[in-house]
């Protein structure tokens, strides 16, 4: 079973940086799980922040966080990472780290088989 488990969330000031991190496990070896993040502000669905494919060669951004956020990975470690810079207030959520078995990107909720348990990013202004 794969699990999924997210660090790094906190409070940090507008125009600051985090990185987030998600560590997975229980992965098979030779397997190509692509991971995504996504957030959930109150009162809001859950939406895509951006994904990459199983190798790293392919990457999806929704266009608020395009040239501020980098999604990368290192499958060594089984880890993904969403570097944060110039952050607002408006990314202010919890966070959370997805993987799914395909090699097509997607930044579809329901297409997402595994979750992390969220972690909470606080953008003060």
């Known amino acids: 079973q794969v699990q999924l488990v997210e660090s790094g969330g906190g409070l940090v000031q507008a125009g600051g940086s985090q990185r987030l991190t998600c560590v997975a496990s229980?992965?098979?070896?030779?397997?190509?799980?692509?991971l995504g993040w996504f957030r959930q502000a109150p009162g809001s669905e859950r939406a895509i922040v951006a994904a990459?494919?199983?190798?790293?060669?392919?990457?999806l951004y929704v266009d608020s966080v395009k040239g501020r956020f980098t999604i990368s990975r290192d499958n060594a470690k089984n880890t993904v990472y969403l570097q944060m810079n110039s952050l607002k207030p408006e990314d202010t959520a919890v966070y959370y780290c997805?993987?799914?078995?395909?090699?097509?990107?997607?930044?579809?909720?329901?297409?997402?088989?595994?979750w992390g348990q969220g972690t909470q990013v606080t953008v003060s202004s």
């Open positions: 997805a993987g799914r078995w395909d090699t097509v990107l997607s930044g579809r909720v329901n297409e997402y088989a595994y």
């Open positions: 990459i494919n199983w190798d790293g060669g392919g990457t």
């Open positions: 229980g992965i098979p070896f030779g397997s190509r799980l692509a």
